[in-house]
């Protein structure tokens, strides 16, 4: 599967990108929402896994929008530390939402079951 991750804590990124690694996915990582939209075609992922807050203009939300753009069918989870992001707003554009701090296990069972 290709996975195209964004967050921008350093440690999250590189634990998640591992992760996936290690169980054989082909990982693309960004850490600014620009470099996401920049990621998006030219890795064309089967799963987004987007933080919601992050550094620069653009925000993870504009990211799953734009992904869900080039690729309707994209499965997407919305990953979140902040209380001010709403669940509602994250399942209308079509993702699951997981909150931090994250489990790998919960992560993996939440991929299981898009």
Do not use: C, W, Y
């Not at 599967?1 to 440690?11: G, N």
């Not at 203009?57 to 990211?63: C, E, I, S, T, Y």
């Not at 509602?88 to 069972?109: H, M, N, S």
């Amino acid at each position: 599967m290709r996975i195209l991750v964004v967050e921008d804590e350093p440690k999250v990124l590189q634990l998640l990108t591992a992760h996936f690694q290690s169980q054989g996915h082909q990982v693309a990582s960004s850490d600014t929402g620009e470099g996401a939209l920049e990621a998006l075609p030219r890795h064309q992922p089967d799963l987004l896994l987007v933080d919601v807050l992050l550094k620069g203009k653009v925000d993870g939300l504009q990211v799953l929008q734009k992904a869900k753009e080039l690729n309707p069918h994209v499965k997407a989870v919305v990953i979140t530390g902040s209380d001010e992001v709403s669940r509602d707003d994250i399942t209308r554009l079509g993702a699951a939402f997981l909150k931090k701090p994250i489990r790998l296990e919960e992560l993996d069972q939440l991929i299981a079951r898009l």
